[in-house]
């Protein structure tokens, strides 16, 4: 969910492997077998994604899909995971429609959803009786999922939000001038 697909999840699967490391030398099984795994990385593209996770679903003895990392992956790679009875578990899926257990019952997910960050980031604002806010985000899934969450909750709350900055992910740059914005900003 960044702008470098390759550099996010790097520490997840580090500390995946370093996880399936330890349960070998400590001798945890999972039907008598020694846990171990396969890494695909996912180009953010759907039919890859589903591509290369059916082909590795049929070719090797799978009990759980950790990943994918995006969201509009996820939502998809859920179901093939259900209908094979196996758990997906998301390391930085963050759409609140994967929260829903009756479409997605096999889904888990080790980062909160958008909705809950945004309840979080109100009760700071709260604590510190802070009023308003500049929110800056990204221009993909992620970034307007959560610019959304968050103005929804801002609003409900009455916080104001007094700018949306957009981050341009393909130019890498900001669609205004940044220290100027917020500099004059009243926030």
């Known amino acids: 969910n960044g702008c470098n697909s390759n550099s996010i999840p790097i520490q997840s699967r580090a500390m995946f492997k ?10 945890i099984k999972i039907n ?15 039919v890859d994604s589903l591509s290369e996770t059916c082909r590795s679903v049929s070719q090797s003895n799978i009990v759980g899909i950790i990943g994918p990392e995006l969201s509009r992956e996820a939502v998809i790679i859920s179901p093939v995971g ?16 994967l929260s829903d257990k009756i479409a997605y019952p096999n889904f888990y ?5 958008d909705n809950t960050a945004a309840k979080a980031l109100i009760t700071l604002f709260n604590r ?4 308003s806010c500049v929110i800056i985000y990204q221009n ?5 999922g959560g610019s959304k969450a968050i103005s929804d909750a801002f609003y409900r709350s009455g916080l104001t939000i007094t700018q949306m900055i957009l981050f341009d992910i393909a130019k ?9 914005t917020l500099m004059n900003s009243p926030t």
Do not use: H
């Open 18 to 27: 370093a996880a399936v490391l330890l349960s070998n030398r400590y001798n």
């Open 32 to 46: 008598g077998n020694l846990i171990g795994w396969q890494s695909e990385q996912s180009t953010g593209n759907l």
């Open 82 to 97: 259900q209908s094979l009875g196996i758990p997906v578990i998301a390391y930085s899926a963050t759409s609140p429609d």
């Open 109 to 113: 997910r080790t980062v909160p959803p």
């Open 128 to 131: 510190y009786d802070w009023t």
């Open 140 to 144: 993909d899934a992620f970034g307007s």
């Open 172 to 180: 890498r740059s900001f669609r205004v001038d940044l220290k100027n």
